[in-house]
Structures are given as structure tokens and as C-alpha cells.
């Protein structure tokens, strides 16, 4: 069974949950779970894996146990969290694997400090380019909209996300979390029966980690500010041949509030660069990409694609090729929380690729 421990860092008190001893010659596991989770969300991995290696799952900024201090964030901060986490605890390199958020900030993590990762498995994530159908990234832009969304519904947010219960709020412009026609996973979603995937455990124990209103700070804080929504143009004279534009808060949340809703907006069909700094950076070390038809439906037109499909059709699916030149990948059947509602195709990729077998 994981333990439970606290380290400081320089930035933060930093919770975590930690197994296994590893071996002298193996690097340690590191974890990063997505939102609106905790450390928890790895439950089926962390035993599986301690049995070859040293795992340590922190509660990342904001969530859990973990501190959550009200400053406006960056990706740089969240990504200096690890590095100053495996400072505190005295790892030198480490295996990173992530999940959504967590995925985020491990891709900030690998190409800013490639030395200290031997190896990076990302379950279901994002690089530097959105998903236009990813439309809560344009709500939470929306001030106060999600303040005063998080404020009457979160607990009733996480029980819909994950027990399956009515929210009793509405979709688009009022929140992104009910389905419409075009909105995300409106087509899924009628399918779709979390209480095969979570317990009545698992859920309360996300609407607890959940209801402190610094978590929901946090949350928006995440998307608000460390997702610079900028359009990406051709342009000769700029550096690389491409030009990008930045859109404020405010311009975004014109969007989301567009009349006809934000599906009808001109803009709305472009994929968003959220980090023109990095799209040029490359991370050598072995890679390894889980996906979901949620990421990358157009693999999944004939069934579950090959191993090492390589993404492509739009610019966030070919993001991972340009920034991983030792790139394998997998498809998983599944909905968007892989590591929970697979967890054995989980555990068998892992371990596999952990191993060096993939």
C-alpha cells in the first residue's frame, strides 16, 4: 500500500503518495494525475509498478493535500514543482507519467529539463496545442463565469463527472459541462456509465479534495492563465515562418459567449497554440503516448489503430510526432480518464514500456 508523506520545496508543501524501493540502477516513477483529480486517480498503478520501482504520485499545485497558494501561474511554475519536488527528495532523474493536467505540465517539465527524465509516458494530454472541441478551455477564460459556476456546483460537477448523477446545470453559455449538440463528448456521452469505472469511495473522494475553494481557484488558474489561447499564421518574414497572435481572456470569452454559441464563432474551427515558446522544442528521450478516441477520434475510424499509428489529420494530433522524435504510441477504447477506466491496458502499457519492451 502507498504511503502518504509531505515534502517541502522552496515554492511548496508538496503531498504525495509513495511505494517501492526500485533498484540502485533503476530511476524512479514519478506521476502526475490530470484535473479534477488527485494523486489518487493512479490507485491501479502505483502497487502494479512499486513492485519494480520507487513511485512517488504528488498532489500537483492547487489539488489535494498540496499547498495552494493564490498566484497567478504559469506553465514554468507548474513544471519547476517537479523539478523542485525531485530536488526535496533527493532524485537526480526519474521516469515521468502523466495523465491530462498532469501530462501538461510533464511535457513543460521534459523540454525545459531533459536531462533529469529518462523516459515520459503521457495517458490522454496535450503539448502545446488545443482541441477546438475541448470547449471548456474557452469557459474557464470566462471572468466570473466558472468562479461563480465552481462556487454553486462543484460538488455536484465532480458527482456528474464521475458517479454519473444529473447535475442539475445547464450546458453552453452556462457552463461546458453539460452536453449539446457539437459540444464536447455529446456524442459519447449518452453511452457512457461512470459508476462501471468509479466507486462511491472514489467519487466522494474527489468531491472532498474538491470543495475547498482554493481548489477552484487552482483549477481555473490552470486553464485561465497557463492556456495563452494564440492563433498560429503563416508568415514569411517572422521567425520559422510563423507569426502567432495572441487572445486575451476577454477575447476568448467573447468567443465562448458568441450568439449561436461559441460553435458558430469564425474562429472557432482553429486549433489554439497555448505555448508558441515550446513549439519548437523537442524532447530526445523515449516516449510514449496513450490515446483515447476522446484526443484523437479520426485513429479510431476502423477500429482500434495500429501500434506506433502515427497522429496526424490536425495540429494538435501532429504535435506529438514534431516535439517526440522517439515517439510509440497506443490506442486505448476507452473515454478520456484512461488510467481509471482501463487500468489493466494501462498497467500492461506501462510496464511494458517501463520495461523496454515498447
Given at each position: 500500500?502507498?504511503t502518504?508523506?509531505f515534502?517541502?520545496?522552496?515554492?511548496?508543501?508538496?503531498h504525495?503518495?509513495?511505494?517501492?524501493?526500485g533498484?540502485?540502477?533503476?530511476?524512479?516513477?514519478?506521476?502526475?494525475h490530470?484535473f479534477p483529480?488527485?494523486?489518487?486517480?493512479?490507485?491501479?498503478?502505483i502497487?502494479l509498478?512499486?513492485?519494480?520501482?520507487?513511485v512517488?504520485?504528488?498532489?500537483?499545485?492547487?489539488?489535494?493535500k498540496?499547498?495552494?497558494p493564490?498566484?497567478?501561474?504559469?506553465r514554468?511554475?507548474?513544471?519547476r514543482d517537479?523539478?523542485?519536488?525531485m530536488?526535496a527528495?533527493?532524485?537526480?532523474?526519474?521516469q515521468?507519467?502523466?495523465?491530462?493536467?498532469g501530462?501538461?505540465?510533464a511535457?513543460?517539465?521534459?523540454?525545459?529539463?531533459?536531462?533529469?527524465?529518462?523516459k515520459?509516458?503521457?495517458?490522454?494530454t496535450?503539448t502545446?496545442v488545443?482541441?477546438?472541441w475541448?470547449i471548456?478551455?474557452?469557459?474557464?477564460?470566462?471572468e466570473?463565469q466558472?468562479?461563480?459556476?465552481?462556487?454553486?456546483?462543484?460538488?455536484?460537477?465532480?458527482?456528474?463527472v464521475f458517479?454519473g448523477?444529473d447535475?442539475?446545470y445547464?450546458?453552453?453559455?452556462?457552463?461546458p459541462?453539460?452536453a449539446?449538440?457539437?459540444?464536447?463528448?455529446?456524442?459519447?456521452?449518452?453511452?457512457?456509465?461512470?459508476?462501471?469505472?468509479?466507486?462511491?469511495?472514489?467519487?466522494?473522494?474527489?468531491?472532498?479534495?474538491f470543495?475547498?475553494?482554493d481548489?477552484?481557484f487552482?483549477a481555473?488558474e490552470?486553464?485561465?492563465?497557463c492556456?495563452p489561447?494564440?492563433?498560429?499564421?503563416?508568415?514569411?518574414?517572422?521567425?520559422?515562418?510563423?507569426?502567432?497572435?495572441?487572445l486575451?481572456?476577454p477575447?476568448?470569452a467573447?468567443?465562448?459567449?458568441h450568439?449561436?454559441l461559441?460553435?458558430?464563432?469564425p474562429?472557432?474551427?482553429r486549433?489554439?497554440?497555448?505555448?508558441?515558446?515550446?513549439?519548437?522544442k523537442?524532447?530526445?528521450?523515449?516516449?510514449l503516448?496513450?490515446?483515447?478516441?476522446?484526443?484523437?477520434?479520426?485513429?479510431?475510424?476502423?477500429?482500434?489503430?495500429?501500434?506506433?499509428?502515427?497522429?496526424?489529420g490536425?495540429?494538435?494530433?501532429?504535435?506529438?510526432p514534431?516535439?517526440?522524435?522517439?515517439?510509440?504510441t497506443r490506442?486505448?477504447?476507452?473515454?478520456?480518464?484512461i488510467?481509471?477506466?482501463?487500468?489493466e491496458r494501462?498497467?500492461?502499457?506501462?510496464?511494458?514500456?517501463?520495461?523496454?519492451?515498447?
Amino acid at each position: 500500500m502507498p504511503t502518504s508523506n509531505f515534502v517541502e520545496t522552496p515554492s511548496l508543501r508538496i503531498h504525495y503518495l509513495q511505494e517501492g524501493k526500485g533498484t540502485p540502477e533503476g530511476d524512479p516513477v514519478i506521476m502526475l494525475h490530470g484535473f479534477p483529480q488527485t494523486s489518487y486517480m493512479w490507485r491501479h498503478q502505483i502497487p502494479l509498478q512499486a513492485a519494480e520501482h520507487a513511485v512517488y504520485a504528488p498532489d500537483t499545485r492547487g489539488y489535494g493535500k498540496t499547498d495552494k497558494p493564490r498566484i497567478r501561474l504559469t506553465r514554468d511554475i507548474l513544471a519547476r514543482d517537479v523539478i523542485e519536488f525531485m530536488d526535496a527528495l533527493g532524485l537526480e532523474r526519474a521516469q515521468l507519467v502523466a495523465h491530462d493536467w498532469g501530462g501538461l505540465i510533464a511535457f513543460k517539465a521534459v523540454v525545459d529539463y531533459p536531462d533529469r527524465f529518462s523516459k515520459l509516458a503521457l495517458f490522454d494530454t496535450l503539448t502545446s496545442v488545443w482541441i477546438n472541441w475541448g470547449i471548456h478551455g474557452y469557459w474557464f477564460k470566462c471572468e466570473p463565469q466558472a468562479e461563480e459556476f465552481y462556487e454553486k456546483h462543484h460538488e455536484a460537477f465532480i458527482r456528474s463527472v464521475f458517479g454519473g448523477e444529473d447535475g442539475g446545470y445547464g450546458g453552453p453559455p452556462y457552463s461546458p459541462w453539460a452536453a449539446v449538440e457539437g459540444s464536447e463528448g455529446s456524442e459519447s456521452l449518452s453511452d457512457f456509465d461512470p459508476t462501471k469505472h468509479w466507486t462511491r469511495e472514489d467519487v466522494d473522494h474527489y468531491a472532498e479534495a474538491f470543495s475547498d475553494p482554493d481548489c477552484w481557484f487552482h483549477a481555473i488558474e490552470y486553464y485561465r492563465h497557463c492556456l495563452p489561447f494564440h492563433i498560429e499564421r503563416e508568415d514569411a518574414n517572422a521567425p520559422g515562418g510563423l507569426r502567432f497572435e495572441f487572445l486575451s481572456s476577454p477575447k476568448v470569452a467573447e468567443m465562448w459567449n458568441h450568439p449561436g454559441l461559441l460553435f458558430s464563432h469564425p474562429d472557432y474551427a482553429r486549433f489554439m497554440t497555448f505555448a508558441p515558446e515550446d513549439r519548437h522544442k523537442t524532447y530526445p528521450g523515449p516516449t510514449l503516448y496513450v490515446f483515447s478516441p476522446f484526443l484523437v477520434p479520426q485513429a479510431f475510424e476502423n477500429g482500434i489503430p495500429p501500434d506506433d499509428y502515427i497522429p496526424s489529420g490536425n495540429p494538435y494530433a501532429e504535435s506529438f510526432p514534431r516535439h517526440f522524435p522517439d515517439l510509440r504510441t497506443r490506442g486505448v477504447q476507452s473515454g478520456h480518464f484512461i488510467p481509471e477506466e482501463a487500468p489493466e491496458r494501462t498497467n500492461e502499457l506501462l510496464t511494458d514500456f517501463l520495461a523496454g519492451r515498447i
